[in-house]
């Protein structure tokens, strides 16, 4: 059984103790007393709970609650128990391997659809398709299901059999299709492009065990396509294994150069990575993206190159995750995963921010803006240190990466705030609208380009298709966010038609982070005119910020 995040059990003993008026300290329930008789009067609180509180728990179920409430207690949000089956979730994130079909599916109108067909996968190959909804899977009804139920059923051994029954967009009949599941591999890297003259792009998504191989495949395509410059898109990365860290990080950086140290409780588990091999891309300027949910494995690349003055760093502070956490194993396939060692960068940073337990990726602040995007835009209260980087720019410790240059996307005006208002109470509705407009879309033009405009008509169109959804609002309202509407039908009208590799590079323009560091790239022919190009811009406020809480 999964277990809920709870403090039942604390706040159980707790009460007992309370309304006993001190009646357990005054029979020896005080800090002398053994771990035994503590582990007695545990036994006995849930005794009592099982069999004679109020509504029915079973023992299995309060021993659950009291490890999680205990874990919770900590107030360390990454120390967690995990069932099997969230070990099982984990490990396949860490592989980027799975037996599966290679379809990515979400809820769209009370049933799990197909939202992207992944490349050279059984899905594509058996001719799936953007949009078909699942009727049935291995001839049970898919009506209703989570999107982790349909997950469960679709995923299984490789070279096993799984039936479907899908109903597709302009086909009146249901389609049936018998797929072989095959080992679906996670790209870490799945976009790479050229992004301008002589700037490569390449999007770093995750940190699995073959992150390393397959940026250095990236680069060296890049290369190959004349890239004199490198941009490594971070954003939105939460990270991974630590070991691939230090890997993607050793990439850049000279043999022998550190790239981060851990220190444990035990000062004997204490360790310092360094590089191992020589630099692979000497002479490659490099721009860091982050944001405020690259974390981990990503904060520490980012802290590496940025304390060696091998890479700048724009974007939002990160999100400030300078803990290394291991995984012990317990009976039952269970796994408690533990916070073991605290990490700093070769500077001696430590950027750990302090977050509410059960708080993981999320912002922690109210945010004081929208973005153009919908997104919320919270200012850095964060107490920093200073620190000095090789050359000697200051950078700063106390709670993730503060980029070198704070670049935000635009915020929204009032016309989009007020339309962010109007749909954001139907948030599920506007997905399923917007989805199942750009299907039929992109379905009745079959000669669409990648280039393709949005038009005074398909906007009518789709705010039609709104109304119709019960996302209601006035036209007005409506028009007042047109720059955000237009930006949300092309990547969708893309994805469905092109893939997401498309949808991607549409949204490059509108991408203030991304063309700033294009614009920066190209007028630096070196590393070191490319730091001096940071420095010259105008003091972000973030970094203004820091300073001043030095």
């Not at 995990?82 to 391997?97: C, I, K, N, P, V």
């Not at 009804?141 to 997950?151: F, P």
């Not at 494995?297 to 400030?320: N, P, S």
């Not at 949300?488 to 509108?510: C, M, N, P, W």
Request: no cysteine.
């Amino acid at each position: 059984m999964k277990l809920k995040r709870t403090v039942v059990a604390p706040a159980m003993v707790a009460g007992v103790a309370l309304v006993s008026g001190g009646w357990l300290l005054q029979n020896g329930v005080g800090g002398q007393q053994s771990v035994f008789q503590r582990a007695r009067i545990f036994d006995e609180v849930i005794n009592y709970v099982e069999s004679r509180y109020v509504e029915p728990h079973s023992s299995a179920d309060l021993y659950e609650k009291a490890v999680e409430g205990m874990l919770t207690e900590l107030g360390d949000p990454h120390t967690t128990f995990m069932s099997a089956e969230e070990y099982e979730d984990l490990h396949r994130q860490t592989t980027g391997e799975y037996g599966g079909l290679g379809v990515q599916i979400s809820s769209r109108d009370g049933w799990v659809t197909a939202v992207a067909i992944l490349p050279e996968t059984p899905a594509e190959a058996a001719g799936m398709r953007v949009g078909d909804r699942f009727l049935e899977i291995d001839g049970q009804t898919a009506e209703g299901l989570t999107d982790d139920q349909a997950v469960r059923r679709l995923k299984g051994p490789a070279e096993s059999n799984v039936t479907l029954k899908v109903q597709r967009v302009g086909v009146a009949q249901p389609i049936s299709f018998t797929i072989t599941r095959k080992v679906i591999h996670l790209k870490s890297v799945p976009y790479v492009y050229m992004a301008a003259p002589g700037v490569g792009y390449a999007n770093l998504i995750m940190f699995s065990e073959t992150s390393t191989d397959e940026l250095r495949a990236a680069i060296d395509t890049l290369r190959a396509q004349g890239a004199r410059s490198l941009i490594l898109d971070m954003r939105s990365n939460p990270g991974g294994l630590l070991d691939q860290g230090v890997g993607v990080s050793d990439l850049f950086l000279p043999r022998g150069q550190e790239i981060l140290e851990t220190r444990a409780r035990d000062p004997r588990e204490s360790e310092t990575y360094a590089a191992r091999t020589p630099e692979s891309y000497e002479g490659l300027t490099v721009a860091v993206l982050v944001d405020g949910f690259s974390a981990s494995a990503a904060e520490i690349v980012a802290g590496a190159l940025q304390d060696h003055d091998r890479a700048v760093v724009l974007g939002t502070t990160t999100y400030g995750k300078g803990s290394v956490q291991s995984l012990f194993p317990l009976s039952g396939g269970n796994f408690l995963k533990m916070t073991t060692a605290k990490w700093y960068t070769p500077v001696g940073r430590s950027i750990q921010k302090e977050h509410r337990a059960g708080q993981e990726m999320a912002m922690e602040e109210q945010p004081d803006a929208v973005g153009a995007d919908g997104m919320p835009v919270a200012a850095d209260t964060t107490k920093r240190v200073p620190y000095r980087t090789d050359s000697g720019r200051t950078v700063f410790g106390g709670g993730g990466i503060v980029p070198d240059l704070v670049v935000r996307q635009d915020t929204a005006n009032a016309a989009e705030k007020a339309f962010f208002e109007a749909a954001s109470s139907k948030a599920a509705k506007f997905q399923d609208a917007l989805f199942s407009y750009a299907v039929a879309y992109e379905r009745s033009q079959p000669n669409l380009r990648p280039d393709f405009a949005i038009t005074p008509e398909m906007r009518r169109a789709f705010y039609d298709r709104l109304q119709a959804n019960g996302v209601t609002m006035s036209w007005a309202v409506y028009q007042g966010a047109q720059r955000f509407i237009d930006a949300q039908l092309t990547e969708e009208i893309a994805r469905s038609k092109f893939g997401a590799a498309v949808a991607a590079r549409r949204d490059d323009t509108e991408d203030r982070v991304l063309q700033e560091a294009i614009r920066l790239l190209q007028g630096a022919p070196t590393q070191q005119a490319l730091l001096r190009a940071v420095q010259r811009q105008p003091q972000s406020a973030v970094r203004q910020e820091a300073a001043g809480r030095r």
